[in-house]
């Protein structure tokens, strides 16, 4: 008998180890789950701000609109300087 208790022994050792193995992985899995709401949470803000930018089309018509008023300072530069009685 006394092979059996040897072997019961070291039963209830790795036993012991795979709880605590377990726990460990219970705390792992907890903490990423909280990790994933943070990022979940965060991912959800972001795209938010997201939405809320200027969009393409946006940029370029007022790229264009603030080209058009330069170039037509330009070209009506005289007619402002005359206008202003400036020269």
Do not use: C, W
């Amino acid at each position: 008998m006394g092979g059996m208790e040897v072997r019961v022994a070291k039963l209830e050792s790795d036993v012991e180890y795979i709880k605590r193995d377990v726990a460990d992985i219970k705390s792992d899995v907890r903490a990423l789950r909280d990790s994933s709401a943070k990022i979940d949470k965060e991912l959800g803000v972001l795209a938010e701000r997201v939405f809320h930018l200027p969009r393409k089309d946006f940029i370029v018509k007022a790229v264009l609109a603030t080209l058009a008023v330069i170039a037509a300072l330009i070209v009506f530069q005289g007619n402002i300087q005359k206008l202003l009685h400036l020269g």
